[in-house]
């Protein structure tokens, strides 16, 4: 079996021709400056984040819609903290909030519950936002509202899965080598889908756990797969990532959702890339469908590059001058899981 210490010395040997990686997952990126992975190994070995963070690719639209919801008499919004700075075209939730309009931000979708049941004169409208990892969390808040009765509470969704996401990369960003596979996605999901991808694009995907010793390993297999010719999926997570995924979690979620094409903020529509609630559900829904619009990029930024690794984050302009957490200009300085405000909370490190 091969050590730490051998992966390390090859990884950090390799004076090859430049191998750029991406990491999909916000959690790999913080991983990675926590074990100050670029420091160990070579700088020919690059590695670039993508669009892994469901705050940052939710279009504006979507968060105007929640500010005109929670603008309207009697009407409030439920969300996660992480959306109430993302920006739409107008404002924020912060901001709509403080113009007057109702927001509470919740740590469990399942909390709406007990807030609804409580003020029956209150339209509540939860912002459903996420990845296959979240979505199952709606799916059971909808079996509680359903088996509740409940009529005052709906979903405003921007639910995405990954896999389009990472083809629609695959097809416009050619000099990506490689990929670190999504960790918590991939729990739901399974590792199988990556093999498809894996032959249609000629790239290795490898899943990886969190640690740095798991992300290293996960390094040193792409390598290996690079410097060989080879091109194929390769689970080193089996503890928590099995071939299939969570079939439990896929159930709920094929219970009430289909697949339909989504807007994803800075980069466009993408065909079956989101999970949106099945016509017979429709009640459930705050009118979560948009009509083509224009997505409006504030001046000078590039999270579209930052999206779909064309540039790490210091590579924008605006990067810790004018955009910073505090005052953020675009989304992925926002998010916990976003690639930027990883980058700005890490800055100085490797
Ligand atoms: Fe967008 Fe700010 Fe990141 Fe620049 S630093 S890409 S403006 S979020």
Redesign the pocket.
């Given at each position: 079996m091969i050590t730490l210490e051998r992966i390390v010395r090859e990884l950090r040997d390799y004076d090859g021709e430049e191998i750029k990686i991406m990491e999909v997952c916000g959690t790999h990126t913080s991983s990675i400056f926590k074990n100050g992975i670029r420091s160990l190994i070579s700088p020919k070995i690059r590695l670039i984040s993508g669009p892994g963070c469901p705050v940052c690719v939710t279009p504006s639209v979507y968060v105007d819609k929640l500010v005109d919801i929670a603008g309207q008499e009697r009407h409030c919004v439920l969300t996660f903290g992480d959306m109430m700075k993302v920006k739409g075209s107008r404002m924020s939730l912060t901001e709509a909030v403080a113009a007057g309009a109702r927001v509470r931000v919740l740590y469990s979708p399942l909390d709406a519950v007990k807030i609804a049941l409580e003020d029956k004169n209150t339209q509540y409208v939860f912002a459903a936002v996420g990845f296959e990892t979240t979505t199952p969390v709606y799916g059971v808040l909808l079996d509680e509202i359903t088996k509740r009765e409940i009529h005052n509470l709906k979903l405003l969704t921007s639910l995405k899965i990954m896999v389009p996401a990472l083809s629609y990369v695959c097809e416009n960003e050619k000099n990506i080598d490689a990929f670190l596979a999504p960790g918590h996605v991939s729990v739901i999901i399974g590792c199988d889908v990556y093999k498809e991808l894996a032959q249609k694009y000629k790239k290795p995907f490898v899943v990886a756990g969190f640690e740095g010793e798991h992300i290293l390993a996960a390094l040193y297999e792409i390598l290996c797969q690079i410097k060989s010719g080879r091109h194929e999926m390769r689970n080193l997570y089996p503890n928590a990532v099995t071939e299939k995924g969570n079939l439990a979690a896929q159930s709920v979620i094929q219970k009430y959702f289909e697949l339909k094409d989504d807007s994803w903020r800075g980069i466009g529509t993408i065909e079956k890339s989101a999970l949106k609630l099945k016509p017979e559900y429709s009640k459930f829904d705050a009118g979560s469908s948009f009509d083509e619009f224009e997505e409006k990029i504030p001046a000078?930024?590039?999270?579209r590059d930052?999206i779909l690794g064309r540039i790490n984050?210091p590579e924008?302009p605006?990067?810790s001058g004018a955009?910073t957490p505090l005052n953020?200009?675009?989304p992925?300085?926002v998010s916990t899981e976003g690639v930027?405000g990883i980058w700005y909370k890490n800055r100085g490190g490797k």
């Amino acid at each position: 079996m091969i050590t730490l210490e051998r992966i390390v010395r090859e990884l950090r040997d390799y004076d090859g021709e430049e191998i750029k990686i991406m990491e999909v997952c916000g959690t790999h990126t913080s991983s990675i400056f926590k074990n100050g992975i670029r420091s160990l190994i070579s700088p020919k070995i690059r590695l670039i984040s993508g669009p892994g963070c469901p705050v940052c690719v939710t279009p504006s639209v979507y968060v105007d819609k929640l500010v005109d919801i929670a603008g309207q008499e009697r009407h409030c919004v439920l969300t996660f903290g992480d959306m109430m700075k993302v920006k739409g075209s107008r404002m924020s939730l912060t901001e709509a909030v403080a113009a007057g309009a109702r927001v509470r931000v919740l740590y469990s979708p399942l909390d709406a519950v007990k807030i609804a049941l409580e003020d029956k004169n209150t339209q509540y409208v939860f912002a459903a936002v996420g990845f296959e990892t979240t979505t199952p969390v709606y799916g059971v808040l909808l079996d509680e509202i359903t088996k509740r009765e409940i009529h005052n509470l709906k979903l405003l969704t921007s639910l995405k899965i990954m896999v389009p996401a990472l083809s629609y990369v695959c097809e416009n960003e050619k000099n990506i080598d490689a990929f670190l596979a999504p960790g918590h996605v991939s729990v739901i999901i399974g590792c199988d889908v990556y093999k498809e991808l894996a032959q249609k694009y000629k790239k290795p995907f490898v899943v990886a756990g969190f640690e740095g010793e798991h992300i290293l390993a996960a390094l040193y297999e792409i390598l290996c797969q690079i410097k060989s010719g080879r091109h194929e999926m390769r689970n080193l997570y089996p503890n928590a990532v099995t071939e299939k995924g969570n079939l439990a979690a896929q159930s709920v979620i094929q219970k009430y959702f289909e697949l339909k094409d989504d807007s994803w903020r800075g980069i466009g529509t993408i065909e079956k890339s989101a999970l949106k609630l099945k016509p017979e559900y429709s009640k459930f829904d705050a009118g979560s469908s948009f009509d083509e619009f224009e997505e409006k990029i504030p001046a000078g930024c590039r999270c579209r590059d930052v999206i779909l690794g064309r540039i790490n984050p210091p590579e924008c302009p605006l990067f810790s001058g004018a955009c910073t957490p505090l005052n953020a200009v675009g989304p992925c300085m926002v998010s916990t899981e976003g690639v930027c405000g990883i980058w700005y909370k890490n800055r100085g490190g490797k």
